[in-house]
């Protein structure tokens, strides 16, 4: 079965600063990799996606991801974050046998202003 | 589209009571998941469906939760009789079959009493 782990389950960063949050898979497979980002009160949205091709994905609001196969990782970064980052974000993983999505544990980032 | 449409967004009933959570997937979509999310198991997958059929349930906590989806654009979650640990935010989501991407909806916060 396949698991994600996301060892971040708090950060927190002022503004301006840098973000790296882990993701880490358990598949031995082709996998589809998927951050997701929960703002307060708010259902989730997709950031970005990574299927095939170039390992490091760009995704919306200034979001990037690179995954790393040997590592099986699937890291979220972002250079500069702001307060309207503040939201919970969560790591998926999919494999090709089917279209179930198992997420992290999620990781709540605070930024302060 | 409206995306993914739930109803109600707030249920508050007590312990005993039958609930009906209610889900219209985006048009198009074949795939339907029901997801509970709480903060001490975090997100969890209940049941998909492809197809209208029901393909994995092994999320399902136990018999009181069922679930059905009678056309392409209509699912129901329900809970008979609930119970105050029932209490969570309950989403669905659609996706394309063959994309995989799940577009979520804005999630039914449920309070049993």
């Known amino acids: 079965a396949q698991s994600v782990s996301q060892h971040n389950h708090h950060v927190i960063l002022s503004e301006a600063a840098s973000l790296e949050l882990g993701c880490n898979y358990s598949?031995?497979?082709?996998?589809?990799l998927f951050w997701y980002v929960q703002y307060p009160g708010q259902h989730l949205q997709l950031l970005l996606k990574?299927?095939?091709?170039?390992?490091l994905v760009k995704g919306i609001k200034g979001f990037e991801a690179e995954f790393i196969k040997s590592k099986f990782s699937f890291n979220l970064r972002k250079p500069s974050v702001q307060w309207s980052d503040t939201a919970e974000y969560f790591c998926?993983?999919?494999?090709?046998?089917?279209?179930?999505?198992?997420f992290g544990g999620g990781t709540r980032l605070m930024v302060k202003p | 589209d409206a995306g993914v449409i739930q109803s109600p967004r707030h249920e508050v009933t007590e312990m005993g009571q039958e609930v009906t959570l209610r889900c219209k997937p985006i048009?198009?979509?074949?795939?339907l998941f029901w997801y509970r999310q709480t903060m001490m198991r975090g997100l969890e997958l209940l049941i998909y469906f492809n197809n209208n059929v029901p393909i994995d349930d092994s999320g399902m906590p136990e018999d009181r939760f069922s679930a059905k989806m009678p056309n392409a654009s209509f699912s129901t979650l329900k809970i008979q009789p609930s119970e105050p640990r029932d209490s969570a935010v309950y989403f669905c989501a659609s996706s394309p079959l063959d994309l995989g991407t799940q577009y979520f909806g804005p999630g039914t916060r449920l309070l049993v009493l």
């Open positions: 048009s198009g979509h074949n795939s």
């Open positions: 998926a993983v999919m494999n090709n046998a089917g279209n179930m999505l198992t």
């Open positions: 990574y299927f095939s091709g170039d390992p």
């Open positions: 598949y031995g497979g082709t996998v589809n």
